[in-house]
Each structure stands twice: as C-alpha cells, then as structure tokens.
C-alpha cells in the first residue's frame, strides 16, 4: 500500500486546503484551481483511480509501473510524463530513486519509488513564493527538476572530498590495492551519476518547445535555468572522473618511481659486492706462480684495496643518488 505524502489544492499562489486523493479531480476542474498530490510507492489501485480521475493516458500509467533505465519525458495529449532519477549516497553506496511527474492542466502527481530527500522542501519552497507558485503547474513541474538535479551536487561533492583524501593518501605512500578498488568504485559512481544526470538535459530542452495550455511561455527561461544547471553538473562530473584518472596515473607514477629507486639500490649493492668477489675470485684461482701469494703484507694490502675500492663506490653511488 502506497502513502500519500501530501495533497493540496493551491489558487492564485495560496494554498487553499489540504484534500484526499478522491477530491483531486473535483478541485483540478475548478478555474484557477489546480491540485498537487504528492505519494510515496503507489499501488496500482491507487495509480488506477488517478488515472480515471484525470483521464491518465494508460501508457503513463503501465510506465509509472515499470522500473525503467534513464530519466525521459514522454507527451499524452496534452499531459506530461516524466522520469526522473535521485542519487542517494548512503555508507558509500550509491543508489537511485526513481519519481514519476504527471502534469496537465489543473494537476501535477508525483510518485516516488523509494526513500529519497523528502519533496516537501519543494513544496515549502512553493509556498513561500506565492507571486511564482501563481503561475501554477509550470512552476511547480520547474520547482520539482530543479529539486532532483540539485540532489546531485552534494553527491558530487562528498564523492570530490574523498577523492582527494585518496589523492592525498597516494601521495603520502604506496597505493595499496584497497586504494585502486576505491578510486575505480568512485569513477564507476561518478559514470552513473552521468548516465542518470546527461538525459536531463533533453528533458530542459524538450519543456523549452512544448506548447501546452498549462506552460506558459514566461517559464520557459526557468526550464532553460534547469538545462543549465544539469550541463554545469555534467562538467563538474566530467572533471571528478579526470581526478579519479589523474590519482591512478599518479600512484602508479609514484610506484614506479619506488621501485625503480629500490632497484637502482640493489644495482648499487650488487656493483660494491662485485668488487670484492672480483679480487676474491682472482686469488682463488689454483696457479701455481702467483707472486703475490708469497708477500709478508700481501693479505693486508689486498684486503686494503678491496676496502678503500668498496667505499669509493659507495661515496659514488651515494652522491649519484643510487644510495
């Protein structure tokens, strides 16, 4: 059973009164009337008695009753229906929830499938500004987009602080695979974000053209400010997924560095231990006349070279920076 967030019937930017979903219809017909209702998981009884109540084109309803992949707008006669998508980012985890808009002349339904931010701060909102909410269905299909694309920034922007804590982490050390796994969850997230966010768009261009009694000409530039909005949200996402890349490519620039200075090291330690296996070896070979076996100070001296020829290859790699 679905639940009815809220229904009121506004005139002239007031609220008039609160109402039930039966007296919808009755108010819609009303001059200078119109009604919205806001519900939550509707059932299909209740999606069924909207639709005789104002004459809902039965392909919006079997769509309200789907669960569909992208956000778009589809025109019935002279009403409206449109899907939209609301990013919800709990625990790390991001997830979509879908809201279908009805919107004609004398009414405006919205059914949300799932918990998102609450529509009642559009409602508020509305209601605070009476000389717009005056214009009616318009405003409020306007007030409700620009709702559901802002729902986006704030998701952008926690997704933007951790990638920078991950940058900054990065930098600091090794990147672990924990933090390749990350950073390919957030760029995976922020791909969704665009497929969910890009056909909005279509949506602001679409509602800038439509010729419907109740749109009015005047609130076509508040449908461009919504196309706007979306387009510089898609930049912002355009330029997190470059972070996204940028810290990869850095990591694993840093890493390789690393491990080419550790192997410059080994190299260093290989070529100071060569030295004295070199000499090692010569003396340890089964001639016979081999003059500088038979020398009082001949052990003293070799190892004194092989000494003084460890460390100037130290001191050499030292200041080349191999050690």
């Given at each position: ?31 200078g ?44 006669g ?13 625990a ?37 500004r ?51 796994q ?43 400010d ?9 930049e ?16 694993l ?19 100071i ?25 001949g ?25």
């Amino acid at each position: 059973m679905g639940r009815v967030v809220a229904a009121a019937v506004y005139s002239a930017g007031r609220k008039v009164s609160d109402i039930t979903l039966e007296e919808g219809a009755a108010w819609a017909a009303k001059p200078g009337h119109f009604v919205w209702i806001g519900l939550e998981q509707p059932d299909p009884h209740e999606l069924a008695s909207l639709k005789k109540q104002f004459n809902l084109h039965e392909l919006a309803i079997e769509d309200a009753l789907e669960v569909h992949s992208r956000p778009k707008l589809e025109t019935f006669g002279d009403a409206l229906f449109i899907v939209t998508y609301a990013p919800v980012r709990e625990a790390g985890k991001l997830v979509f929830i879908e809201t279908h808009i009805f919107a004609g002349k004398g009414y405006v339904i919205t059914s949300r499938n799932g918990h998102s931010k609450s529509y009642s701060a559009v409602r508020q909102r509305c209601e605070a500004r009476p000389l717009l909410l005056s214009h009616g269905e318009d405003f409020v299909l306007y007030a409700l987009l620009d709702f559901v694309t802002e729902n986006y920034q704030p998701v952008a922007e926690a997704i933007h602080c951790e990638l920078e804590e991950l940058e900054q982490s990065v930098l600091a050390g090794a990147m672990s695979d924990a933090h390749i796994q990350r950073i390919h969850g957030l760029r995976r997230d922020l791909l969704r974000l665009w497929r969910y966010l890009a056909p909005m768009v279509e949506v602001g261009e679409e509602l800038q053209k439509l010729s419907f009694p109740f749109i009015d000409k005047n609130m076509r530039p508040y449908f461009r400010d919504v196309e706007i909005h979306v387009k510089r949200q898609m930049e912002d996402l355009a330029n997190l997924r470059d972070l996204a890349s940028q810290t990869i490519e850095i990591g694993l620039l840093l890493e390789s560095s690393r491990q080419g200075f550790i192997q410059r090291k080994f190299a260093a330690w290989a070529a100071i231990l060569a030295f004295p296996t070199a000499i090692a070896g010569i003396y340890g070979m089964n001639f016979e006349n081999m003059p500088e076996l038979s020398w009082h100070y001949g052990y003293f001296i070799v190892l004194g070279v092989i000494v003084g020829g460890c460390a100037g290859l130290f001191a050499s790699f030292k200041r080349s920076g191999w050690l």
